[in-house]
């Protein structure tokens, strides 16, 4: 994966991640790239979801040296999910989440972070072991959130960094495209997510470098046998 430090940040972070991954889907639970979504409810096309996200680690550097560091976090709540169009290959959806943000160092650090909001048009499409994603719409947060991100309090001011107190409000426009392709023993895919920040809330933060972002990540994963992964489908039913 390649990813900046946060959105609006001129610096840029490289990491490979080997972890276990599970594809599975029912019809009220699906685990799949796109994180975990369970069905809490589904009437005429509109559905409740359990909606997980989450962000890597940052080091603090350009505009935040001398600052904390970033730590990772985990995003969970409810997602209200409205289909357009469905057919064999074919799915269109509005997705609109709302999810509690929570950080942890892993040592001693757990602290709720505020909530974020990212409602979307998904449109998804299969053919012949093919998946193409794509995904747009906006991105707004709490000023809980924006702070841990984009404030500056009195002890981390600097000449070049003045204090600063964010607000709630619209963070990013962001789009994303994913493709991918399953084979007999191995799947392999990619994706590319841009976030347009032009009228952000933020845009007035010391620690915002500019107007836009970039994540980008390459995946291979192997495919277990029927054996193992029928062991795993009976553990979650």
Not at 168 to 191: D, E
């Amino acid at each position: 994966m390649s990813y900046p430090d946060y959105l609006g940040s001129n610096h840029s972070n490289s990491m490979i991640i080997p972890f276990p991954f599970i594809d599975y889907h029912s019809k009220k639970l699906d685990i799949d790239q796109d994180g975990i979504k369970q069905q809490l409810f589904s009437i005429d096309g509109l559905s409740l979801r359990l909606s997980i996200n989450g962000s890597l680690p940052v080091t603090s550097s350009g505009s935040r040296e001398g600052m904390r560091n970033l730590d990772p976090s985990g995003e969970i709540g409810p997602a209200l999910v409205y289909s357009l169009y469905k057919r064999e290959k074919l799915t269109i959806k509005l997705d609109f989440p709302i999810r509690a943000i929570i950080s942890s160092d892993f040592k001693t650090n757990i602290e709720y972070r505020g909530y974020k909001s990212d409602p979307k048009i998904a449109l998804d499409y299969k053919s012949n072991g093919y998946l193409f994603q794509f995904q747009t719409g906006g991105v707004w947060t709490n000023s809980r959130f924006n702070n841990y991100i984009y404030g500056v309090d009195s002890s981390s001011v600097t000449k070049d960094r003045e204090e600063y107190k964010a607000e709630a409000g619209y963070i990013a426009y962001k789009t994303s495209i994913g493709l991918s392709k399953k084979l007999k023993k191995v799947w392999i895919g990619g994706f590319i997510r841009y976030y347009n920040l032009n009228g952000a809330i933020s845009k007035n933060s010391p620690l915002k470098e500019q107007n836009s972002a970039l994540y980008s990540g390459l995946f291979i994963a192997y495919l277990f046998d029927k054996s193992i992964s029928n062991r795993v489908k009976e553990w979650i039913e």
